[in-house]
């Protein structure tokens, strides 16, 4: 996924990223997808998690949000150079190459019938929403777009519930109502977070794509609990990539004016930085951090970084001069809340 997207308690994953990647837990098995900002998907049963968070545990969550926290600035200053669409390319093409080597390793180890799967994950939870959160971006926040992808738990539990069969409870209904009223809040009426965009111009509409997006986090999330169970991590996470690299590094090459830019443009290398960084960090790194937290601590603790990952984005666009009023404020706060009900209810 291309948004940072750690997973949750029980059933439920929580996001991001887009900067992305979405994840989730099951009694025992874990699976993140990474996205918005991270990106791949993952599965791994894991131990049982020790009953007591040790100091390891708090520095690998502090990490982790940082990470997945830091995504929506990053895209928003590769943007300065390049397109949403060089970007999206760029993110997914860099991942790929990243771990090619392991999906190499990995690529005949699949089950045949589980290829389609992967591409459907790979396409709808890490292709299509790298170019999504990257167009949002151009308009919107990088702040409110941290803020945004925290409703990838919300479409997780609604898609699972109409398309896999999945229990919805009294509890589970209201959470889905609050993330999104918190959506309608914080941009119909806290706005796109000013005008210091890429563009130059804020759009509050933007933030429809990055919606989308975490759609297809839940399409993904739910793809790999109940088709692709059983795969470690690294085989999940390097094949789909190896899938969609691919397309993505011709459409790159060929396709775009990556390569005009990068030799002609002021600047261009260190947009190009910022990308790389963006998908080595929230690909891999994160993906290992995550899963060592996973066995340290336990899967409810796990999904507390829900919780900072906005925290990093708005402190990161507060930095960046991004206008962060009232109406945002209370639009994250019912959206976490909606969150945290979906998370705590049975």
């Not at 049982?48 to 990053?74: D, E, N, R």
């Not at 609050?178 to 959506?183: K, S, Y």
């Not at 789909?240 to 290398?269: E, H, M, N, R």
């Amino acid at each position: 996924m291309l948004a940072p997207t750690p997973p949750v308690a029980d059933t439920l994953p929580v996001p991001t990223p887009a900067a992305t990647g979405s994840g989730h837990l099951t009694k025992g098995t874990q699976t993140a997808a990474s996205g918005a900002v991270g990106l791949g998907a993952a599965t791994l049963n894991t131990p049982a998690a020790p009953g007591v968070t040790t100091p390891m545990a708090w520095l690998l969550l502090i990490l982790l949000a940082a990470i997945w926290g830091t995504s929506f600035i990053l895209m928003k200053k590769g943007l300065v150079v390049f397109s949403a669409m060089e970007l999206g390319a760029t993110r997914v093409s860099v991942a790929a190459l990243l771990l090619l080597p392991f999906a190499v390793r990995h690529v005949g180890t699949v089950e045949r019938n589980r290829f389609k799967w992967l591409a459907v994950s790979g396409v709808v939870g890490t292709l299509i929403p790298a170019f999504l959160f990257a167009y949002a971006e151009t308009k919107l926040a990088s702040g409110l777009a941290g803020v945004l992808n925290a409703l990838t738990v919300v479409f997780t539990l609604l898609v699972g519930a109409l398309l896999f069969g999945q229990r919805l409870t009294g509890l589970r209904v209201l959470g889905i109502v609050l993330g999104l009223a918190g959506t309608v809040v914080m941009l119909l009426l806290g706005g796109s977070g000013g005008t210091d965009t890429p563009t130059g111009e804020g759009n509050a509409w933007y933030g429809v794509y990055i919606l989308i997006a975490t759609i297809g986090y839940g399409v993904s999330v739910n793809v790999i609990k109940y088709k692709l169970g059983g795969m470690t991590p690294m085989a999940v996470t390097a094949v789909l990539l190896l899938l969609i690299g691919g397309p993505a590094l011709a459409y790159l090459l060929v396709g775009t004016d990556f390569l005009y830019k990068l030799s002609t443009v002021p600047g261009a290398w260190t947009a190009f930085g910022y990308i790389a960084l963006l998908a080595t960090m929230s690909t891999a790194v994160a993906m290992v951090l995550f899963n060592r937290l996973i066995q340290q601590s336990t899967a409810l603790f796990a999904s507390s970084s829900t919780y900072l990952i906005p925290i990093v984005a708005l402190a990161w666009g507060a930095l960046d001069g991004e206008a962060f009023n009232l109406w945002h404020l209370l639009g994250m706060v019912v959206i976490l809340a909606g969150v945290l009900i979906i998370h705590r209810a049975k």
